[in-house]
């Protein structure tokens, strides 16, 4: 179960209180790499986004201190841990954890597709481009000799 | 929009139409028209269907007889998707900033026919509106 699974990227978004000192924040962002790399996961990056406002009220809190890390991670059971963590600390209001992989997979998959597409663009303009431009320059044409 | 300016043009400009251009009308009428005049017949709703298609399908390049007719003095802007014009290929819900034209002042998401996105994008983006509101990127719906 655990070894079959392909890696996952996925996005984790925490909010504390406003009021939380920077310590606290900080244990949680340890707690939760050290259980990351327990369940042989990778955190690649940690952002903070600082004391930003809310869209609405949370907790009765209109503002909020956000941290986002990206998480890689090949078992499911590491996204419940961090979950759970999130849930039973206190200064923690809000969380959100998104999987990415495949938004990113299809992101590059596109992205290759266009390169392709670009390379051999001098013969698939042409004939693609002009058409739009044309039927105005038809149909002016027509009106005046009518 | 579409449908206000076309049932107005259309009146006003048959009976003002030369001889020559309405029998082009009405073999269209035939051709587009049978389903529609099932729905009910008569010449004032004949007319107004007829209008009906042609407003829309006149950018195709078919109907563009009606516009030589004297109908259609405007064009309306062609609107393009923003996304497809840069090329995203990934609507990121983190950039609040990028999503808040997509989103009405009381926190609704925009239509498609308001913004000229295409439909994938605006799948995407709708995506990405659901998870910034729920991480407080972006609210439900504005307080008052």
Known sequence: MEANMEERVYDLIFICRPATPEDEVNKIVTTLEHSTSEHGGKIEKTERWGTRRLAYRVAKHREGFFVYMVVKSTQGDLIKELERRLKVSDAVIKYQTIRLDEELKRQQKLGKHRERRASRRPRKQAPGAPPAPQPPQQQVPATAAE | ?144
């Open chain 2, 1 to 144: 929009m579409s449908d206000q300016p076309a049932p107005h043009e259309t009146p006003s400009a048959t009976p003002s139409a030369s001889p020559s251009p309405s029998p082009v009308h009405r073999s269209e009428g035939h051709t587009g028209g049978p389903p529609r005049r099932s729905e009910g017949h008569g010449g004032g709703g004949g007319q107004r269907r007829e209008g009906g298609p042609g407003g829309p399908g006149g950018p195709g390049g078919g109907p563009g007889g009606p516009r030589r007719g004297g109908k259609r003095q405007y064009f309306r802007k062609k609107k393009v998707c923003r996304f497809c014009v840069e090329h995203v290929d990934f609507i990121d819900y983190k950039r609040v900033e990028m999503l808040q034209p997509f989103v009405q002042e009381r926190g609704k998401i925009l239509p498609r026919r308001m913004t000229g996105t295409c439909s994938r994008h605006q799948r995407w983006l709708g995506e990405a509106i659901k998870r910034a509101r729920n991480i407080a990127l972006l609210p439900f719906a504005t307080e008052l």
